[in-house]
Structures are given as structure tokens and as C-alpha cells.
């Protein structure tokens, strides 16, 4: 069935590293791909999109990369900030207007 | 500009009690979701409407769950008679159209959710 997974729940790294965020998705249908950044006791925040015809997709200080050859999206994220650290989730969706479907979310840490 | 609004905060109750929540959206917002987020995973839609008309309702487990955007505006949804695995944020969104209905990605904001207990 459809699913968006994330490879790693979590990950730590220092202040100033870029962060590598990756994700897995199983369904071929999504046309547009979405970052989304959740802090503790908030709801997720956009972060950045991606569409299915697209491979690269960048802003400011985070770039999306989609490879549909093997259904795999990541995020990076440049100069890693304090502020960075939340769980990051991927979803799909497609233009049907249905329902956008979440993987289960990657921890980031970083540290000072 | 104003978020979505969600209340309340938090809320534990006891198995087989009743409990509701509400949102109100961004003003203008045509579409509206209900997620259910378990500890750990990722939003789960729920339910979606559109104005006041049920687009997926296909999720919601309706013995159990129910929810309504009479005036396609604000929305409540209601639990009864709660269970132990109902524990989760519900969170709500809204976006100005249907997502993807004008052939595109119309993004989704979410409120700060309502963290239930169920004791």
C-alpha cells in the first residue's frame, strides 16, 4: 500500500554540519513531495515542496532532492543551527486533492 | 496573519468518557483537515472537508468518531466513548483550496494541536 518512510529516527549533529535527512516513499502516484519541520508542542511547519517532474529543488539553506528512479527524497539542510533541531517529516500527496501521507519523522539534534 | 486556533491545549480524560475539540481555520480557508498524531508517527488524516462537505471521511474510525463543519467555517470533532489508544495530538489544518485543485500544491497550515490522554 502507500506508505512515506523515513530512513533514521534520528540524527545529531554539530553546529555549522550540513544535515543530510532522508526518506523513502513506496507510492508512484504522488505528484509534489513536502518537507515538514515540527518542534516540540507545535504544530508541522512547511519547510519546502517538490514536484514529481522535478529532481532538485532549492531555499534558503535547505534543498529537496527527488530521485523517483529509486523513490527516494532527502532534505539538506546547510550550516545546521540550534533552531534546526525538531522532527523533520516527509509526506505526499498528489493532485487529486487527497489526502497527504506522512512518514514517521526523523529527530534532529544539534549541538553547540 | 492569524493561524489556525485550536482548543484546548490538552485534555486527559478517563476510557469511555466523551471529549471534543475544536478549530477554527485560517479565515478564507475552503479546505479543512483533522490528523491524529500517535506518539513518535507522523500525522494521520483523519477527516477532510471542504467547506462544509466531507471529502475523505475514509480513516475516521466511525463507531467512535465524529466531526462537523456546519457553517464552512470552524470545526469540532468529537470522541465518545474514548479509548486508551485514542491518546495522540489531534492536530487540525487548513488550506485556502483543495489541495492539489488547482493543479498544484496548495499548502497546508496546521494549529498547535490538542494533546489527549486517555487514562
Known amino acids: 500500500g502507500e506508505s512515506v518512510g523515513l530512513h533514521l529516527p534520528t540524527l545529531s549533529v554539530q553546529e555549522g554540519d550540513n544535515s543530510i535527512i532522508n526518506c523513502a516513499y513506496s507510492?508512484?502516484?504522488?505528484?509534489?513531495f513536502i518537507w515538514y519541520k515540527q518542534e516540540s508542542g507545535k504544530g508541522p511547519q512547511f519547510i519546502i515542496d517538490i514536484r514529481s517532474n522535478m529532481d532538485k529543488r532549492q531555499g534558503q539553506r535547505v534543498t529537496v532532492l527527488l530521485n523517483k528512479t529509486v523513490k527516494h527524497l532527502s532534505l539538506q539542510i546547510a550550516a545546521t543551527q540550534p533552531g534546526d533541531s525538531a522532527v523533520y517529516f516527509c509526506a505526499g500527496g498528489n493532485q487529486a486533492g487527497t489526502a497527504l501521507i506522512f512518514g514517521k519523522g526523523t529527530t534532529l539534534s544539534v549541538s553547540s | 496573519e492569524a493561524g489556525v486556533a485550536q482548543s484546548p491545549r490538552y485534555k486527559i480524560i478517563e476510557k469511555r468518557q466523551s471529549v471534543a475539540f475544536w478549530c477554527n481555520p485560517i479565515?478564507?480557508?475552503?479546505?479543512l483537515y483533522w490528523y491524529q498524531q500517535i506518539l513518535g508517527q507522523g500525522p494521520k488524516l483523519l477527516i477532510q472537508?471542504?467547506?462544509?462537505?466531507?471529502?475523505?471521511d475514509s480513516q475516521l474510525p466511525k463507531d467512535r468518531f465524529s466531526a462537523e463543519r456546519l457553517k464552512g467555517v470552524d470545526s469540532t470533532l468529537k470522541i465518545q466513548p474514548a479509548k486508551l489508544e485514542d491518546s495522540a495530538v489531534y492536530l487540525c489544518?487548513?488550506?485556502?483550496?483543495?489541495?492539489?485543485?488547482?493543479?498544484?500544491?496548495?499548502?497546508?497550515?496546521f494549529g498547535p494541536g490538542t494533546r489527549l490522554t486517555v487514562l
Open positions: 489544518a487548513s488550506s485556502l483550496h483543495l489541495a492539489g485543485g488547482l493543479g498544484g500544491y496548495n499548502e497546508q497550515f
Open positions: 472537508f471542504q467547506n462544509n462537505g466531507v471529502v475523505d
Open positions: 507510492n508512484s502516484a504522488s505528484d509534489y
Open positions: 479565515s478564507g480557508h475552503a479546505t
